[in-house]
């Protein structure tokens, strides 16, 4: 099972983007690379997904490399209120979909 | 709207006791999740499951057990509450293919 390595803190400047990296080096083809946060203690809030392709939705774009050994998760105008911790994961499909790792995630810090 | 509930939010026992703790979803999901996160770190998956009567153990499973005897509900039980228990609990669930994991509040557990 693919695990992900990311850094453990990062810092941004409010209305700049925020580029959040993840490490996932043994990641296998039917594997999708999924973003999360999670602010406080609130349970963890959905913000992306991509197998292979660059993705983006209103939250945030999501770039993932050619050999899909990392990817990006870029923020393009930060608030404050985006500061939280960002977790990196990959996860099959289907009967595969319980197999995936959360690690300490990425805490990021926006600040005024 | 469907939603994802856990209950209770907040609970104190003592060590040697069962304590269940309810996840009720009704998204009509057939994958279910339980997780613990213990302060400071990521979430460490304890058990899932794919559908009805079907039930998998997760990388921290010792001490704990789950039954899934409906679609809506995934219960988890502590046989016999220890204080290394102690922790925040947060149940999740999915749709098939590569849908995202839909989190619920979480259940902080202290074990006395």
């Known amino acids: 099972d693919a695990k992900t390595t990311q850094p453990p803190s990062m810092d941004c400047a409010e209305g700049r983007a925020a580029n959040l990296p993840c490490n996932h080096s043994?990641?296998?083809?039917?594997?999708?690379v999924y973003w999360y946060r999670q602010i406080h203690s609130q349970g963890p809030q959905y913000i992306i997904h991509?197998?292979?392709n660059n993705e983006t939705n209103e939250m945030a774009s999501l770039i993932i490399t050619e050999d899909r050994k990392s990817s990006t998760l870029i923020l393009p105008h930060a608030t404050l209120r985006d500061t939280a911790v960002y977790y990196c994961?990959?996860?099959?499909?289907?009967?595969?979909?319980?197999?995936?790792?959360f690690g300490d995630g990425t805490t990021l810090t926006v600040k005024p | 709207d469907a939603e994802i509930t856990q209950s209770p939010r907040h609970k104190i026992t003592e060590t040697g006791r069962q304590v269940t703790l309810a996840c009720h979803q009704t998204?009509?999901?057939?994958?279910m999740f339980w997780y613990r996160q213990d302060l400071g770190h990521g979430l460490r998956l304890i058990h899932y499951?794919?559908?009805?009567?079907?039930?998998n153990k997760g990388e921290v499973s010792d001490g704990y057990s789950v039954s899934r005897s409906n679609t809506e509900d995934l219960p988890l039980t502590l046989e016999s509450a220890a204080s290394s228990q102690t922790s925040v609990y947060f149940c999740?669930?999915?749709?098939?293919?590569?849908?995202?994991?839909?989190f619920g509040d979480g259940t902080r557990l202290s074990i006395l």
């Open positions: 499951s794919y559908g009805v009567q079907d039930t």
């Open positions: 991509g197998l292979k």
């Open positions: 043994t990641i296998s083809g039917n594997e999708y």
């Open positions: 994961i990959v996860r099959g499909i289907n009967t595969n979909a319980g197999k995936s790792t």
């Open positions: 999740a669930s999915s749709g098939t293919g590569n849908q995202p994991q839909h």
């Open positions: 998204w009509n999901h057939n994958n």
